[in-house]
């Protein structure tokens, strides 16, 4: 057979590496972000510090329903208008809403970044709330709130942390019926106001320089209002159940972290890359490849604005609930010897590669950005070169602490599957 000869591994030099983002905070209390970098595409967006946890009991799911509603009119233009614009600039104009913020963005060709620049503001300060939009987009929600209720995997996971966080913290991000039911197109408005002020507005771009973004502004964000803190959730420890009729069972587990520096919470996503992250990682291989026992095992590190967390899930069938959560438990008590030069190797090649993918990917760096909030955002250089000193001990390490912190499971699924899993896992 011919010789095949492969490819050069691509030249990782500096020359690559994009330099740090730009960071100010306005003279109004605006953040301005900017990650300078050459391209036939730009991002742009405009993030708020705040999500479903600053929602009051009475306002549950007016966080997700306000960034649905920012679409629907401002004092300029009508749903109609907003979205023949949104198709004018081609490329993707979107939001999201989490527990700790609200997004708009839009990746877009070069030229017109500054045009979806103004769009978003215009959308971010001057939304109209019209009734009628309302009344329409919130059946819109209701079907998307159907949609998660017959996926076991977003049921499960919502279950998880309404158990595991029993604050706003954890309460599901698109609210409740009853509540939505109850909130009218005013008190969007009046959430609105209360959220999107200069203090709590980050406005980013990946692309132009930080004096052009700065230059492009047409807008300004509500003077009014303080910055907005968050601070660590309340967390519920020890083994939750959720039984429901289905032939799955889910076994979720949050190890509950406090936050740390970034070249020590560097250390904290290998372990978790190490744990389950990959084909080759310890969950993955001793429940799933060796046995058999399931067939999604995932397992990270996950960073909030002021506590982190391991999670760890398992997904697998009713009969094989009991000898699943076994063999989870002995994985988990053999974790620290497991984590030898080579795992620890795998994982950070992982995490390296993540990080040059993510550099050719301007969302990414956008989203990255939205962290200048509560966080330092270092070079990517920086964190390639502490990426490369990590040492298998200081992983280790970190391992043991793990284990020692606390932690909240629960056990979603199939009733006996639940209960014979549930059993195993108190003892873990």
Same mark, same amino acid.
């Given at each position: 057979?011919?010789?095949?000869?492969?490819?050069?591994?691509?030249?990782?030099?500096?020359?690559?590496?994009?330099?740090?983002?730009?960071?100010?905070?306005?003279?109004?209390?605006?953040f *301005?972000?900017?990650?300078?970098?050459?391209?036939?595409?730009?991002?742009? +967006?405009?993030?708020?510090?705040?999500?479903?946890?600053?929602?009051?009991?009475e306002?549950?799911?007016? &966080?997700?329903?306000?960034?649905?509603?920012?679409?629907?009119?401002?004092?300029?233009?009508?749903?109609?208008?907003?979205?023949?614009?949104?198709?004018?600039?081609?490329?993707?104009?979107?939001?999201?809403?989490?527990? %700790?913020?609200?997004?708009?963005?839009? #990746?877009?060709p070069?030229?017109?970044?500054? !045009?979806?620049?103004?769009?978003?503001? %215009?959308?971010?300060?001057?939304?109209?709330?019209?009734?009628?939009?309302?009344a329409?987009?919130?059946?819109?929600?209701?079907a998307?709130?159907?949609?998660?209720? =017959?996926?076991?995997?977003?049921?499960?996971? =919502?279950?998880?942390?309404?158990?595991?966080?029993?604050?706003?913290f954890?309460?599901?991000?698109?609210?409740?019926?009853?509540?939505?039911?109850?909130?009218?197109?005013?008190?969007?408005?009046?959430? #609105? !106001?209360?959220?999107?002020?200069?203090?709590?507005?980050?406005?980013a771009?990946?692309?132009?320089?930080?004096?052009?973004?700065?230059?492009?502004?047409?807008?300004?964000?509500?003077?009014?209002?303080?910055?907005?803190? #968050? %601070?660590?959730? @309340?967390?519920?420890?020890?083994? #939750?159940?959720?039984?429901?009729?289905?032939?799955?069972?889910?076994?979720?587990?949050?190890?509950?972290?406090?936050?740390?520096?970034?070249?020590?919470?560097?250390? =904290?996503?290998?372990?978790?890359?190490?744990?389950?992250?990959?084909?080759?990682?310890?969950?993955f291989r001793?429940?799933?490849? %060796?046995? +058999?026992?399931?067939?999604?095992?995932? &397992?990270?590190?996950?960073?909030?604005?002021?506590?982190a967390?391991?999670?760890?899930?398992?997904f697998?069938?009713?009969?094989?609930?009991?000898?699943?959560?076994?063999?989870?438990?002995?994985?988990?008590?053999t974790?620290?010897?497991?984590?030898?030069?080579?795992?620890?190797?795998? @994982?950070?090649?992982?995490?390296?590669?993540?990080?040059?993918?993510?550099?050719?990917?301007?969302?990414?760096? *956008?989203?990255?950005?939205? =962290?200048?909030?509560?966080?330092?955002?270092?070079?990517?250089?920086?964190?390639?070169?502490?990426?490369?000193?990590?040492?298998p001990? !200081?992983?280790?390490?970190?391992?043991?602490?793990?284990?020692?912190?606390?932690?909240?499971?629960?056990?979603?699924?199939?009733?006996? +599957?639940?209960?014979?899993? !549930?059993?195993?896992?108190?003892?873990?």
């Amino acid at each position: 057979s011919p010789t095949r000869t492969l490819p050069k591994t691509p030249d990782r030099s500096d020359a690559f590496v994009l330099p740090p983002p730009q960071i100010k905070r306005r003279q109004d209390g605006v953040f *301005l972000a900017a990650w300078p970098r050459r391209g036939a595409t730009a991002a742009v +967006g405009v993030f708020v510090m705040g999500g479903s946890r600053d929602e009051s009991p009475e306002q549950a799911g007016a &966080a997700h329903a306000l960034e649905h509603m920012l679409f629907k009119g401002t004092a300029r233009r009508d749903a109609r208008a907003i979205a023949e614009a949104i198709d004018q600039l081609g490329g993707g104009v979107d939001a999201w809403t989490s527990r %700790e913020r609200i997004a708009l963005h839009a #990746h877009v060709p070069w030229p017109d970044w500054q !045009a979806a620049l103004a769009l978003l503001e %215009e959308l971010a300060y001057a939304p109209s709330f019209p009734a009628q939009e309302w009344a329409r987009e919130r059946e819109v929600i209701f079907a998307e709130m159907a949609m998660v209720a =017959d996926d076991f995997s977003e049921w499960a996971h =919502d279950a998880h942390m309404q158990m595991s966080f029993p604050d706003a913290f954890g309460a599901p991000i698109l609210g409740r019926e009853a509540t939505l039911a109850r909130l009218s197109s005013e008190d969007l408005a009046a959430f #609105h !106001a209360q959220m999107f002020t200069a203090p709590n507005v980050l406005i980013a771009a990946v692309g132009p320089e930080l004096a052009a973004l700065e230059a492009a502004l047409s807008a300004d964000a509500p003077s009014s209002g303080s910055p907005r803190a #968050h %601070e660590a959730p @309340a967390f519920a420890p020890g083994v #939750h159940t959720a039984p429901r009729r289905v032939q799955q069972v889910a076994i979720l587990l949050t190890i509950l972290l406090p936050v740390r520096p970034w070249r020590e919470e560097l250390v =904290d996503a290998v372990l978790g890359a190490a744990l389950g992250g990959g084909a080759s990682a310890w969950l993955f291989r001793r429940i799933r490849e %060796e046995r +058999g026992l399931a067939y999604s095992v995932h &397992a990270q590190w996950t960073r909030w604005d002021a506590a982190a967390a391991a999670e760890i899930e398992v997904f697998t069938e009713a009969e094989k609930a009991k000898p699943c959560a076994e063999a989870l438990r002995e994985a988990l008590a053999t974790l620290p010897e497991a984590l030898d030069e080579a795992t620890v190797r795998l @994982a950070k090649r992982q995490i390296e590669v993540g990080i040059w993918m993510a550099m050719e990917r301007p969302m990414r760096l *956008l989203d990255r950005l939205a =962290d200048a909030f509560v966080a330092e955002i270092p070079a990517p250089g920086a964190v390639l070169g502490a990426l490369r000193a990590i040492e298998p001990q !200081a992983v280790r390490a970190r391992a043991e602490a793990w284990l020692e912190a606390p932690r909240a499971i629960t056990v979603a699924g199939h009733p006996r +599957g639940v209960r014979e899993a !549930a059993r195993v896992l108190a003892r873990l």
